[in-house]
């Protein structure tokens, strides 16, 4: 069982830069520069060097992520993405490189021009509580029908209808989270357990949900200058955007504890 604070892996590529002494009461600082061509990040993580199937945390136990953070700029002044919480690295890790399919839970921002598919009314964009699990049985069951869906999406009203369902099956849960300043301190908190997920705030709950993904899960912190967009509708892009100007996270107080202690 992971104890509760431990050191983690310090993950920096093409410019990315993790400062600060980590630990219970450690502030630690990751940071991208402007102005770098391709892919840059500044990481924490708890399962480098790791097979995915012995990633640290287990829903059958379950664990409470807790922090304090605050970012550079408000979410619709960040480009790229960043973020903390739990999942299994499913594009690859340099030191587990090989891809999979996607779990985790985690409070996300996702900068322009990102747009994941997770907001029913509008672009996945900017900072939300979700969660993700395309490893269960039902969300495989809908690969067949994958280029059918994404034609009739096309539809407003087949999309409005149907779309919430396939998510369902996805074990996706989405809350967007704008009543908030991060640029300042704020406290944030993830129960994941296998009877659901619970996102809080200053100790109010902003999500509660039934979906778990099944894990293993690997906690991770990070910021980064990659997008993506995938729509209902079929638009897939992938890529890094140029930043211009230096953005960064602080956290404080990281804490991760087995439901079980």
């Known amino acids: 069982m992971p104890p509760t604070t431990h050191q983690n892996r310090i993950l920096e590529i093409n410019g990315g830069t993790v400062t600060g002494q980590q630990g219970q009461d450690g502030l630690v600082r990751l940071e991208i520069p402007a102005e770098l061509d391709g892919y840059t990040n500044a990481q924490i993580d708890d399962y480098g060097g790791k ?14 992520l807790s922090l304090r953070a605050r970012f550079s700029h408000p979410a619709d002044q960040l480009a790229g993405t960043a973020g903390f919480g739990f999942w299994n690295a499913p594009f690859g890790d340099p030191t587990t490189p090989w891809p999979t399919l996607p779990q985790a839970t985690w409070f996300f ?4 021009p990102n747009n994941l598919p997770l907001n029913p009314h509008g672009p996945g964009q900017d900072f939300f509580a979700s969660t993700l699990d395309a490893t269960t049985w039902r969300a495989l069951r809908l690969a067949p029908l994958a280029p059918p869906v994404v034609l009739l999406n096309r539809i407003p009203s087949f999309k409005e ?10 074990g996706m849960s989405y809350q967007q989270i704008d ?10 908190k993830i129960h994941w357990k296998k009877s659901g997920c619970t996102f809080l705030i200053n100790g109010e709950i ?10 293993p899960l690997g906690f991770v912190c990070w910021i980064d200058n990659q997008f993506m967009q995938v729509t209902p509708t079929g638009h897939v892009q992938a890529g890094v955007t140029p930043l211009k100007q230096d953005q960064w996270l602080e956290i404080d107080q990281l804490s991760l504890k087995s439901h079980e202690t």
């Open 179 to 188: 009543q908030i300043d991060l640029t300042q301190w704020q406290t944030y």
């Open 51 to 64: 097979r995915r199937r012995d990633y640290p945390w287990q829903v059958e136990t379950g664990v409470c």
């Open 161 to 170: 209808k149907f779309w919430p369902k396939v998510q369902h099956q996805l």
């Open 206 to 215: 902003v999500r509660e949900t039934t979906q778990s993904p099944r894990g």
């Open 109 to 112: 921002l996702a900068g322009r």
